[in-house]
């Protein structure tokens, strides 16, 4: 394959392998098939299928529509391109533009990581993606220096492997690639040489030869994951399954979905909003909620993918005495060694006295608001500076002056803990490595900047007394990645549980 950069092509290729019955007509309908089309090249059957969809508002059309012309803002034209590709039964796609949106719910699950764990130089990876039982987590995108050993790396045993990316050994396959449910090859290549590569993946595929080896969670046997999945649609219907997420097993559609749709209505959901997105669908389909259909949209409001309700939640499950992880609609279960480690790792983190704090107050029989609660612990030392942001962003609830603390209260447990735990990380990142955000902080609260701060998440779980209830094992995943993060850029961590008496 040649690698001149005078040679005609395009740099980067996406390609997934389809089920057996992908509907064409239904899932490309707003396609169409260019004059030669489709034909026969060295044993391959490809069909071209090309969409466009002209006069799209551009993103930044609000901020001055009410001041310009309708007729002087342009418009955008979105384009995108499926190749079918078919040989001895086996059935791959190639997508640019908006495609994979129309193509891979139909792709075999993990197939570029399955290329990629056999065709990656193992001393050569770029990044490692990893998802724990928590979603996308900072930290977890990592650029990889010198010799990595995967089954050396903590990390490995308890996440899920999410995509790999790196040098081929083999560079007739391409100059790079990474692997998720599709594979994307990086190097020249013009549809003579998407050949090529068609024909070294099936040779791939057939290997058993692994050059990449990482060993994280274990997925669950088809009768288990059946039984677990019934499990989890009656709790669903029935309202009762709170500890949740929604996971997209796609980066392309999680970095360009802004907000979710609900069956029919027009109504927007922000994506991270799970709670309102919850309720809302427990409404409109109360006898049904698990298969609601969700529409994701961009920041156009371009409809990227629809989904089962079903098909984007994540979260925890105990069933017959074991637990179980629910990631990307597969399930893993969580052994012995796995909870060891995580209860472990949990004790670690340094707890603080919830005298700390006074007791969270009741007001008319009902616990006050997170305000008012803020606001009767605030003294001579502890800044309240939960309404004072910088560049929109909170760097705490409290600042404690005396102890160098940056404090971020949540009331809740499990699940709503995610949000808490992201707050400390953006901040604490900010303030790390953003030099105005630092210069910021110090003009506006008067802290020492230089001093070595902690961030402390004080968590008020109302009337639970169960630590176990409290922090899920989800969420002490979530918590342990976010201390591990905050660690490794110089802050202390801790946590408190504020009483209610």
């Known amino acids: 394959?040649?690698?001149?950069?005078?040679?005609?092509?395009?740099?980067?290729?996406?390609?997934?392998?389809?089920?057996?019955?992908?509907?064409?007509?239904?899932?490309?309908?707003?396609?169409?098939?260019?004059?030669?089309?489709?034909?026969?090249?060295?044993?391959?059957?490809?069909?071209?299928?090309?969409?466009?969809?002209?006069?799209?508002?551009?993103?930044?059309?609000?901020?001055?529509?009410?001041?310009?012309?309708?007729?002087?803002?342009?418009?955008?034209?979105?384009?995108?391109?499926?190749?079918?590709?078919?040989?001895?039964?086996?059935?791959?796609?190639?997508?640019?533009?908006?495609?994979?949106?129309?193509?891979?719910?139909?792709?075999?699950?993990?197939?570029?990581?399955?290329?990629a764990c056999k065709a990656l130089d193992p001393n050569q990876l770029n990044h490692l993606y990893q998802k724990v039982p928590t979603g996308n987590v900072f930290g977890l995108n990592r650029t990889l220096r010198g010799k990595y050993i995967p089954t050396n790396d903590p990390m490995n045993q308890r996440s899920v492997l999410k995509a790999l990316k790196g040098k081929t050994i083999n560079e007739e396959l391409g100059a790079s690639l990474e692997g998720r449910k599709s594979l994307a090859i990086s190097g020249k290549k013009d549809f003579h040489d998407v050949i090529a590569v068609l024909d070294k993946i099936v040779e791939l595929e057939k290997s058993n030869k692994i050059t990449v080896q990482i060993k994280g969670l274990d997925e669950v046997e088809k009768d288990i994951s059946k039984?677990?999945?019934?499990?989890?649609?009656?709790?669903?219907?029935?309202?009762?399954?709170?500890?949740?997420?929604?996971?997209?097993?796609?980066?392309?559609?999680?970095?360009?979905?802004?907000?979710?749709?609900l069956g029919r209505e027009e109504?927007?959901?922000?994506?991270?909003?799970?709670?309102?997105?919850?309720?809302?669908?427990?409404?409109?389909?109360?006898?049904?909620?698990?298969?609601?259909?969700?529409?994701?949209?961009?920041?156009?409001?371009?409809?990227?993918?629809?989904?089962?309700?079903?098909?984007?939640?994540?979260?925890?499950?105990?069933?017959?005495?074991?637990?179980y992880f629910r990631i990307d609609k597969k399930w893993y279960k969580t052994n012995a060694r796995y909870k060891k480690q995580i209860e472990n790792d949990f004790k670690a983190i340094e707890k603080i006295e919830s005298s700390y704090f006074k007791p969270w107050q009741k007001k008319n029989g009902d616990f006050v608001s997170e305000d008012v609660f803020l606001s009767a612990n605030i003294d001579a030392n502890k800044i309240l500076a939960h309404t004072q942001k910088i560049s929109h962003i909170e760097l705490a609830d409290i600042i404690d002056k005396n102890e160098h603390y940056f404090v971020h209260v949540k009331k809740g447990r499990g699940a709503f803990l995610r949000n808490l735990f992201a707050q400390g990380y953006v901040?604490?990142?900010?303030?790390?490595?953003?030099?105005?955000?630092?210069?910021?902080?110090?003009?506006?609260?008067?802290?020492?900047?230089?001093?070595?701060?902690?961030?402390?998440?004080?968590?008020?779980?109302?009337?639970?007394?169960n630590i176990d209830s409290i922090f899920t094992l989800f969420a002490k995943v979530d918590l342990l990645e976010r201390y591990e993060s905050l660690k490794n850029i110089g802050f202390n961590v801790k946590y408190c549980l504020i009483s209610n008496s």
């Open 1 to 115: 394959m040649a690698n001149s950069k005078n040679k005609k092509g395009v740099s980067k290729i996406t390609i997934y392998k389809i089920v057996d019955d992908f509907p064409a007509e239904k899932a490309l309908k707003d396609y169409k098939k260019p004059t030669n089309g489709s034909g026969n090249l060295d044993g391959w059957h490809y069909q071209i299928f090309i969409r466009s969809k002209p006069n799209i508002p551009p993103a930044w059309k609000p901020l001055i529509d009410e001041i310009v012309d309708e007729n002087e803002i342009p418009k955008n034209t979105y384009a995108s391109l499926v190749i079918l590709f078919s040989k001895d039964e086996m059935s791959f796609a190639l997508t640019a533009g908006y495609g994979y949106a129309n193509v891979r719910e139909y792709g075999v699950a993990d197939f570029g990581i399955d290329i």
């Open 227 to 261: 039984k677990l999945d019934e499990v989890l649609i009656k709790k669903i219907n029935e309202g009762k399954f709170d500890d949740v997420l929604f996971g997209y097993d796609d980066d392309l559609i999680f970095n360009n979905c802004e907000n979710l749709k």
């Open 427 to 465: 901040a604490g990142s900010l303030f790390n490595g953003d030099e105005e955000f630092k210069k910021a902080a110090k003009d506006k609260f008067g802290i020492d900047i230089d001093k070595k701060f902690t961030i402390v998440f004080a968590i008020f779980p109302e009337d639970e007394k």
């Open 267 to 323: 109504t927007l959901y922000a994506i991270d909003d799970i709670e309102k997105v919850m309720k809302a669908a427990k409404r409109l389909k109360p006898n049904n909620t698990a298969f609601i259909k969700v529409v994701g949209c961009d920041d156009q409001n371009q409809e990227i993918f629809d989904r089962r309700l079903i098909d984007l939640i994540e979260g925890e499950l105990d069933f017959e005495n074991d637990k």
